[in-house]
């Protein structure tokens, strides 16, 4: 794609926005690029706060840059924390930021960051001072799910936080799948805390993160969704988990099964997706017998998950 591929569009709200003319897509559409990324990331994911309480330097995985709203947002809400703030942004293509950043004008999100986004789309990283914090800012441009799974995502710092904004699993299945969910859970160390938000509220979603090894709860309503979806490796990150109530809608769902490949479908949850979510800690009754060997969890592709 080229910049040109992209124009500018006003949203309901009266921002404008970016819109992808070969996509048919819009960025951040309804409530515009920065209050959209305030509600569904900032606020939701409580950025400020994990920042100051994480030691040494707080990751945060960007993953579909687009024309770094998110990220920028983010960063803004960061900039009076005392803080070593490290991070990685994903996309495919860097045709969208050098689009927005032409336009930076009249989006309004780029002040104070012109610099720093340059120097990313000259040499894919940029540092320095951000108020009170200090940023190092990498941008990889290529297929996210095949460098998942290669060995160079084991050199790259965990993520404590997650911005997830690929288009949606019609569109972009790949982005979607179970493996790709379960391989980011696998890369958080042990003890680590991590959270993610993501624009979704889909049951295939849900089911996907939760056999990926999440947690995961009801988020915010933002712009036209009237919920969105929160997943972390700790419990007490997910202000509102799904329980019984939302299990009952799962079992019943006709598009709950988790993709195991990028070819999008919907379908009901299989026997083993069931079995995985029954048993799956968040819905365990407190004081109930322990796991036996016979309740483990296991994936939509009966991988062994306990």
């Given at each position: 794609m080229e910049p040109g591929d992209y124009e500018l569009v006003r949203v309901a709200s009266g921002a404008w926005s970016v819109r992808?003319?070969?996509?048919g897509e819009t960025f951040h559409p309804v409530v515009g690029p920065v209050?959209?990324?305030e509600a569904l990331y900032v606020r939701q994911l409580d950025l400020a706060?994990?920042?100051r309480a994480t030691p040494g330097e707080f990751v945060l995985w960007d993953v579909g840059l687009g024309a770094a709203a998110n990220v920028l947002t983010a960063l803004r809400a960061l900039a009076d924390v005392p803080v070593r703030v490290r991070v990685e942004s994903f996309d495919h293509t860097l045709a969208p930021l050098a689009f927005a950043r032409a336009e930076?004008?009249?989006?309004?999100?780029?002040?104070?960051?012109?610099?720093?986004?340059?120097?990313l789309l000259d040499r894919r990283e940029a540092a320095w001072t951000n108020g009170r914090s200090e940023v190092v800012w990498r941008v990889r441009v290529g297929d996210f799910p095949a460098w998942l799974q290669s060995p160079a995502a084991m050199a790259v710092p965990a993520p404590h936080a997650v911005l997830w904004d690929a288009y949606s699993p019609a569109r972009n299945p790949a982005m979607w799948t179970l493996p790709v969910f379960r391989r980011m859970r696998e890369l958080v160390p042990e003890g680590q805390r991590c959270a993610l938000a993501t624009y979704s509220r889909?049951?295939?979603l849900r089911v996907t993160l939760l056999l990926a090894g999440f947690r995961v709860g009801a988020g915010t309503a933002t712009g036209e969704?009237?919920?969105?979806?929160?997943?972390?490796?700790d419990p007490a990150w997910v202000p509102a988990p799904l329980g019984a109530e939302w299990l009952g809608r799962a079992r019943r769902s006709t598009s709950a099964e988790p993709l195991l490949e990028p070819v999008y479908r919907q379908a009901p949850p299989s026997p083993?997706?069931?079995?995985?979510?029954e048993c799956h800690p968040q819905f365990r009754v407190e004081g109930s017998a322990p796991a036996r060997t016979s309740d483990k969890i296991f994936a939509a592709d009966g991988t062994d998950m306990a």
């Open positions: 992808s003319r070969r996509d209050h959209e990324a706060a994990r920042a930076h004008e009249s989006l309004g999100y780029f002040g104070g960051y012109c610099d720093a986004v340059d120097t889909s049951t295939l969704k009237e919920e969105t979806t929160v997943a972390a490796t083993a997706t069931l079995a995985a979510l």
